[in-house]
């Protein structure tokens, strides 16, 4: 006779006896030791910042001013120096290589001038056109040029930009502009030489009798805006002024022309920059063969200031 028990289960007891199996499992499995699971940290997306899909406006191009001083290291030149360093803005000289070794205090200024980052220092002659006698002087193409190459070397020039003496002369890429037709042939000698020859758009005139500027900073302001608004200058959106840093020895034009950088740099479509920068300059490193001219002979050239005959007063 068989017992209860050894009657295989039904299908009710089998089910019982999975579902306690199962208990039995879950409770033994609390005392295994638990799996330890690597959390990838869960980066948070940063929060998405909608922008207007509006074009991106194009930058403006600024008006250049190209602010030039003439005749210098002299009286007026170390009076520049101090407003461009206060407003920390670019300037070019062109130096008259004579005026470097004119005095104790032009050589000290030149010194100062070969040091300052905010100054670009070209070539203006090195007699000033054997002392602004300028018809002779542009007579004899292949003198023009020695005296030039004499600047270039005696003052170490880095560029081969120049600008004549009392001419009003461009020899600039395809630019040529000559306003006297007598300097005509030295011009273009100088632009063979290896020479970029820069004239000016307008000049910041003064009266040789009282050296004083004859035109206030206001004026000369209005004229710059003028200029560049009608597109009268030789390049358009670049103006190229003429000063004389000797002018600024005077205390009163000196703070014209303090005032004058300061109403350019208040307009905010302008900058100011050095020649090297005017379109097509190419000579922006000196040569060297301008450098191994010898030609000029220095005896023949005063040593010292350079004096203006007309008014015996140094330029
Ligand atoms: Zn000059």
């Known amino acids: 006779m068989s017992t209860l028990h050894d009657e295989p289960p039904s299908a009710k007891q089998y089910y019982y006896l999975c579902l306690l199996s199962f208990f039995v499992f879950v409770s033994c499995d609390n005392t295994a030791p638990k799996q330890v699971v690597q959390h990838t940290p869960v980066v948070k997306k940063a929060d998405t910042v909608v ?3 509006k074009p991106l406006e194009k930058k403006k191009t600024k008006k250049k001013i190209y602010l030039t001083f003439d005749d210098g290291p002299n009286k007026g030149t170390d009076n520049v120096l101090n407003i461009i360093k206060e407003e920390n803005i670019p300037v070019t000289f062109f130096l008259v290589g004579a005026h470097a070794f004119g005095s104790k205090a032009q050589k000290a ?10 100054v670009e220092l070209c070539n203006h002659s090195f007699t000033h056109a054997w002392y602004n006698s300028y018809d002779k002087f542009y007579k ?4 023009v040029v020695s005296d030039f190459n ?3 070397e005696r003052l170490q020039l880095k560029n081969g930009i ?3 003496p009392g001419r009003n002369i461009w020899r600039v890429d395809s630019m ?34 009282t050296m004083r500027v004859t035109k206030s900073a206001d004026d000369l302001a209005k004229q710059i805006d003028s200029l560049l608004l ?11 002024l003429l000063a004389h840093d000797q002018v600024y020895k005077n205390a009163e034009d000196s703070l014209q022309l303090h005032q004058l950088i300061r109403k350019l740099k208040a307009n905010t479509d302008y900058e100011f920059a050095i020649v090297s920068n005017y379109p097509g300059i190419k000579r922006k490193r000196i ?7 010898k030609t000029y002979k220095v005896d023949s050239l005063r040593k010292g200031n350079v004096i203006n005959k007309d008014t015996n007063r140094a330029i």
């Open 230 to 240: 009608k597109n009268k200058t030789k390049q358009p959106g670049n103006l190229v």
């Open 140 to 143: 004899l193409p292949d003198s």
């Open 109 to 118: 200024t030149w010194d100062s001038l070969q040091t300052n980052q905010l």
């Open 287 to 293: 040569t060297d063969s301008l450098l191994k001219d």
């Open 150 to 152: 004499k600047t270039a």
């Open 176 to 209: 040529s502009f000559t306003d006297n037709a007598k300097a005509k042939a030295a011009a273009d000698s100088l632009y063979k030489a290896g020479y970029d020859m820069l004239g000016w758009d307008l000049e910041w005139h003064f009266n040789p009798k």
């Open 162 to 164: 120049g600008r004549t």
């Open 51 to 53: 922008v207007d899909a």
